[in-house]
């Protein structure tokens, strides 16, 4: 971006710098639309509000990417096999800086984009280092962007330590306290596992609403549990949640007995219709079968120490984790374009275009359970051949 010139500070208005495609994020996808882009000739500049993979940087210590390294390469430059098999968090973060470097991404940190404005030849970015315009956008700030908060009545009574699941780290400082973790999503369930795992822990309870699916990381046999949902998704949604289910049936069997019933819809519409994944054993079925963790019903309300289940129960937990999910917080930025659906989520992801929308894009919004690493990638080249598209029909070009 260029810096305000000389006849600004006597009364003339300096030029808004202009950059050809404008990518707003620097986690995993939008460096992958990024280097595609550039790969396809057209001069990206990335945008980030702190550092390449900020959102990677905070996740819990245990992480590792759910689906096998080989199904999980960004575009262009592979996992090194020094990974092994599942990569784990920090080898993200270091493949990330790998992948900057690798491609020469013009990748510039410290700067928040906070709104977009449709202009006749483009967009214009409202940043808080002042306006830039573009000809096209890729918006890629996460799905898990913003946290939510619960905040249960009687919340403030609580006389102990209340965590949000995006603020856990390790399972060090919770040893031999009793914690519920609210949420069975996989950030809730590999928490209690984490907890779990831990020598000297104490009581564990992971409360549900909604019963999960879940799932092994791998099928009983190979191939992992990837490729296996991916042929569940080429078929109609009841026979693939039969399919699933007959296979959850031989690999996890029926939780009930442990406080777990089977989740009311199966794997496949559950993802199409209600945008929810299933859970990746990392651990928890067997912490459950052992009862170290306990499933308990949906948190009411908190009275003081106590906690107060859906089925009238109580509990008394030192530390409550709460894993209840997150928000892309996108409507500042876009929501005013009407290119987001009435939970937030993207209209169209992808190469897709809004009619409303030309040239805005979205990559990286859209959680899915056949890999967030290679939709990514998917993602990435089909906004490619959009912008390859949109280049041969435009009669403007902004310079880079």
């Not at 693939?240 to 819809?265: N, T």
């Amino acid at each position: 971006m260029n810096n305000q010139s000389p006849s600004a500070s006597r009364g003339r208005t300096a030029p808004v710098p202009h950059v050809e495609l404008a990518v707003i994020g620097g986690g995993p996808a939008g460096v992958s639309a990024a280097a595609v882009a550039k790969k396809a000739g057209f001069h990206p500049v990335v945008f980030e509000s702190r550092s390449v993979g900020a959102s990677w940087r905070g996740h819990y210590d245990r992480l590792h990417l759910h689906t096998v390294r080989w199904l999980s390469n960004l575009p262009g430059l592979p996992f090194p096999k020094s990974e092994g098999k599942w990569v784990s968090r920090d080898g993200v973060i270091t493949h990330l800086e790998r992948y900057v470097d690798h491609f020469d991404l013009d990748v510039r940190t410290g700067i928040e984009v906070t709104h977009l404005e449709r202009m006749p030849d483009g967009w214009l970015l409202t940043t808080s280092q002042g306006p830039v315009s573009a000809w096209a956008v890729v918006v890629a700030t996460g799905y898990n962007k913003i946290p939510v908060d619960p905040r249960w009545p009687g919340q403030e009574s609580f006389p102990g330590e209340f965590v949000l699941g995006a603020a856990y780290r390790s399972p060090l400082p919770y040893v031999g306290r009793d914690v519920l973790v609210v949420g069975p999503g996989n950030s809730g369930a590999e928490i209690a596992t984490d907890l779990g795992e831990t020598e000297g822990h104490g009581k564990i309870w992971l409360s549900y609403r909604t019963p999960p699916n879940i799932t092994l990381r791998e099928g009983p046999i190979p191939p992992p549990l990837m490729g296996i949902i991916l042929k569940a998704l080429r078929i109609p949604m009841e026979s693939g949640d039969r399919f699933l289910a007959y296979m959850q049936r031989k690999s996890v069997g029926d939780l009930s007995e442990y406080g777990l019933p089977p989740a009311p819809r199966g794997i496949v519409t559950q993802m199409v219709r209600d945008d929810v994944i299933p859970v990746m054993d990392m651990g928890i079925i067997a912490m459950v079968k052992d009862r170290t963790v306990k499933p308990v019903p949906a948190v009411i309300r908190i009275e003081g120490k106590e906690v107060l289940l859906a089925d009238g129960s109580r509990i008394a937990p030192d530390v409550i984790v709460a894993c209840v999910g997150y928000r892309r917080g996108l409507e500042p930025l876009v929501g005013h374009l009407g290119v987001l659906d009435t939970t937030g989520k993207p209209v169209v992801v992808g190469g897709a275009e809004s009619p409303t929308a030309p040239r805005l894009y979205f990559a990286g919004l859209d959680p899915v359970t056949t890999g967030l690493f290679r939709q990514f990638g998917i993602e990435a080249k089909g906004i490619a051949r959009s912008l390859r598209r949109a280049r041969r029909t435009s009669r403007i070009r902004i310079p880079a």
